[in-house]
Nanobody, 123 residues
Framework: QVQLVESGGRLVQSGDSLRLSCVAS???????VGWFRQAPGKEREFVGS????????YVADSVKDRFTISRDSPKNAVYLQLKGLIPEETAVYYC?????????????????WGQGTQVTVSS
Protein backbone atom coordinates (compact mmCIF):
# COMPACT_ATOMS: atom_id res chain seq x y z
CA GLN A 1 0.00 0.00 0.00
CA VAL A 2 1.47 3.31 -1.08
CA GLN A 3 1.20 6.12 1.42
CA LEU A 4 1.77 9.65 0.22
CA VAL A 5 2.63 12.55 2.47
CA GLU A 6 2.64 16.12 1.23
CA SER A 7 4.42 18.95 2.99
CA GLY A 8 5.53 22.51 2.45
CA GLY A 9 2.22 24.30 2.40
CA ARG A 10 1.92 27.48 4.45
CA LEU A 11 0.72 31.06 4.45
CA VAL A 12 2.54 33.23 1.91
CA GLN A 13 2.05 36.61 0.33
CA SER A 14 1.00 37.31 -3.22
CA GLY A 15 3.98 36.93 -5.53
CA ASP A 16 5.85 34.57 -3.25
CA SER A 17 7.31 31.20 -4.16
CA LEU A 18 6.88 27.89 -2.42
CA ARG A 19 8.04 24.31 -2.88
CA LEU A 20 5.74 21.47 -2.02
CA SER A 21 7.02 17.97 -1.42
CA CYS A 22 5.40 14.58 -1.80
CA VAL A 23 7.10 11.56 -0.34
CA ALA A 24 5.96 7.98 -0.77
CA SER A 25 6.35 5.33 1.87
CA UNK A 26 5.61 1.65 1.68
CA UNK A 27 6.50 1.43 -1.96
CA UNK A 28 8.57 3.16 -4.61
CA UNK A 29 6.72 5.46 -6.96
CA UNK A 30 5.70 3.95 -10.26
CA UNK A 31 3.66 5.19 -13.17
CA UNK A 32 2.82 8.83 -12.80
CA VAL A 33 2.76 11.23 -9.87
CA GLY A 34 0.36 14.11 -10.11
CA TRP A 35 -0.42 17.30 -8.26
CA PHE A 36 -3.97 18.55 -7.91
CA ARG A 37 -5.49 21.38 -5.95
CA GLN A 38 -8.88 22.17 -4.55
CA ALA A 39 -9.89 25.67 -3.59
CA PRO A 40 -12.77 26.34 -1.18
CA GLY A 41 -16.08 25.75 -2.91
CA LYS A 42 -14.47 24.58 -6.13
CA GLU A 43 -13.81 21.26 -7.78
CA ARG A 44 -10.42 19.65 -7.60
CA GLU A 45 -8.27 20.58 -10.57
CA PHE A 46 -5.16 19.16 -12.19
CA VAL A 47 -1.96 21.14 -11.70
CA GLY A 48 0.72 18.92 -13.17
CA SER A 49 2.34 15.51 -13.17
CA UNK A 50 5.57 13.67 -13.81
CA UNK A 51 6.24 10.21 -15.12
CA UNK A 52 8.41 8.44 -12.60
CA UNK A 53 10.32 6.59 -15.27
CA UNK A 54 11.87 9.08 -17.61
CA UNK A 55 10.75 12.21 -15.83
CA UNK A 56 8.43 13.61 -18.50
CA UNK A 57 6.37 16.40 -17.02
CA TYR A 58 2.94 17.78 -17.83
CA VAL A 59 1.78 21.08 -16.41
CA ALA A 60 -1.62 22.70 -16.74
CA ASP A 61 -1.67 25.59 -19.20
CA SER A 62 -2.94 27.95 -16.53
CA VAL A 63 0.23 27.57 -14.46
CA LYS A 64 2.89 26.28 -16.83
CA ASP A 65 4.79 29.56 -16.80
CA ARG A 66 5.07 29.56 -13.02
CA PHE A 67 4.93 25.99 -11.72
CA THR A 68 7.42 23.21 -12.28
CA ILE A 69 7.52 19.57 -11.22
CA SER A 70 10.60 17.53 -10.46
CA ARG A 71 11.52 14.29 -8.80
CA ASP A 72 14.29 12.90 -6.62
CA SER A 73 14.48 9.18 -7.21
CA PRO A 74 16.79 8.27 -4.30
CA LYS A 75 14.46 10.11 -1.92
CA ASN A 76 11.33 8.72 -3.57
CA ALA A 77 10.00 12.26 -3.66
CA VAL A 78 8.26 14.58 -6.08
CA TYR A 79 8.31 18.35 -5.81
CA LEU A 80 6.00 21.09 -7.03
CA GLN A 81 7.71 24.46 -7.31
CA LEU A 82 5.23 27.32 -7.21
CA LYS A 83 6.21 30.83 -8.25
CA GLY A 84 4.29 34.07 -8.45
CA LEU A 85 1.45 32.81 -6.31
CA ILE A 86 -1.81 34.75 -6.33
CA PRO A 87 -4.62 34.72 -3.75
CA GLU A 88 -6.88 32.77 -6.10
CA GLU A 89 -4.44 29.87 -5.80
CA THR A 90 -5.23 29.39 -2.17
CA ALA A 91 -6.14 25.73 -1.97
CA VAL A 92 -5.32 22.35 -0.58
CA TYR A 93 -2.68 20.81 -2.79
CA TYR A 94 -2.71 17.03 -3.17
CA CYS A 95 -0.29 14.60 -4.69
CA UNK A 96 -1.42 11.35 -6.17
CA UNK A 97 0.10 8.27 -7.74
CA UNK A 98 -1.35 6.19 -10.49
CA UNK A 99 -0.84 4.59 -13.86
CA UNK A 100 -1.59 7.56 -16.07
CA UNK A 101 -2.25 5.36 -19.07
CA UNK A 102 -5.25 7.04 -20.66
CA UNK A 103 -4.78 10.47 -19.13
CA UNK A 104 -2.43 12.36 -16.84
CA UNK A 105 -4.96 14.89 -15.65
CA UNK A 106 -7.99 12.80 -14.74
CA UNK A 107 -8.65 11.87 -11.12
CA UNK A 108 -9.64 8.33 -12.01
CA UNK A 109 -6.14 7.61 -13.33
CA UNK A 110 -4.73 7.94 -9.83
CA UNK A 111 -5.06 5.19 -7.26
CA UNK A 112 -3.34 6.68 -4.23
CA TRP A 113 -3.79 10.13 -2.74
CA GLY A 114 -2.15 12.05 0.03
CA GLN A 115 -3.97 14.05 2.70
CA GLY A 116 -3.06 17.34 1.13
CA THR A 117 -1.15 20.41 2.24
CA GLN A 118 -2.74 23.82 2.65
CA VAL A 119 -1.39 26.75 0.67
CA THR A 120 -2.80 30.12 1.59
CA VAL A 121 -1.88 33.20 -0.43
CA SER A 122 -2.64 36.56 1.12
CA SER A 123 -3.04 39.73 -0.92
Amino acid sequence: QVQLVESGGRLVQSGDSLRLSCVASGCTFTGIVGWFRQAPGKEREFVGSIRWSGGTTYVADSVKDRFTISRDSPKNAVYLQLKGLIPEETAVYYCANGRGIMSVSTDSEYDYWGQGTQVTVSS
